[in-house]
């Protein structure tokens, strides 16, 4: 700025100073696509809009919770390949209570090998249960321990996982039919 009535004077131009560019997430985002999904994304943008991959975390945000990175489109798709699913398993547990039960019917020590099964199965199933909601908050996972319906409620309509719904489903027709068919 240059004030009327005073002399000019020159100064001389200090060199400029090198501004820092940070190394990371400006790095990734210059190749125009999300590490996780490969969907656009903006200049400067942390968190894909697409999959909910955070740039500077490295993690996957989805749903409020933070999911495993590295997963590409098949899982946000939703297809999973069959054996990742708990229907084959549940349907191998089936069968192997389903013979031990025939076999039992005339057979004292068969009986006891099925309800043995039976009640491993059953047991196993409510800790994932419990895992689960304790996972979530402390307050769900003690509401699941000592309330039972709701843990009914807590996988049926809390939970998000596919597998937990199958698997406590199957528990709890185990638990119906020991508790109603007692003709063995």
Same mark, same amino acid.
């Given at each position: 700025m240059v004030v009327p009535g005073q002399p000019v004077m020159q100064l001389s131009a200090a060199p400029p100073v090198p501004?820092?560019?940070p190394a990371g997430?400006?790095?990734?985002?210059?190749?125009?696509?999300?590490?996780?999904?490969?969907?656009? $994304?903006?200049?400067?943008?942390v968190i894909c809009s697409k999959c909910g991959y955070n740039i500077a975390t490295k993690q996957r945000v989805g749903g409020g919770r933070v999911a495993a990175a590295g @997963?590409?489109?098949?899982?946000?798709?939703?297809?999973?390949?069959?054996?990742?699913?708990?229907?084959?398993y549940i349907g191998v547990v089936l069968v192997i $209570?389903?013979?031990?039960?025939?076999?039992? @019917?005339?057979?004292p020590p068969m009986m006891l090998a099925f309800l043995l099964a039976a009640a491993l199965y059953y047991v196993v199933v409510h800790i994932m249960v419990l895992v689960a909601a304790f996972r979530q908050s402390v307050g769900t996972g003690f509401l699941t321990l000592c309330v039972p319906f709701y843990a009914l409620y807590f996988v049926l309509?809390?939970?998000?996982?596919?597998? $937990?719904?199958?698997?406590?489903?199957f528990a709890i027709l185990i638990g119906l039919f020991l508790k109603f068919f007692k003709s063995f």
């Open positions: 501004v820092p560019v997430p400006a790095a990734s985002t210059a190749s125009g696509g999300c590490p996780a999904c490969g969907a656009p $994304l903006a200049r400067g943008t @997963r590409g489109k098949v899982a946000a798709a939703g297809e999973a390949k069959w054996y990742a699913t708990a229907y084959p $209570l389903a013979v031990l039960y025939f076999l039992g @019917r005339e057979n309509k809390v939970s998000e996982s596919q597998t $937990l719904k199958a698997l406590y489903s």
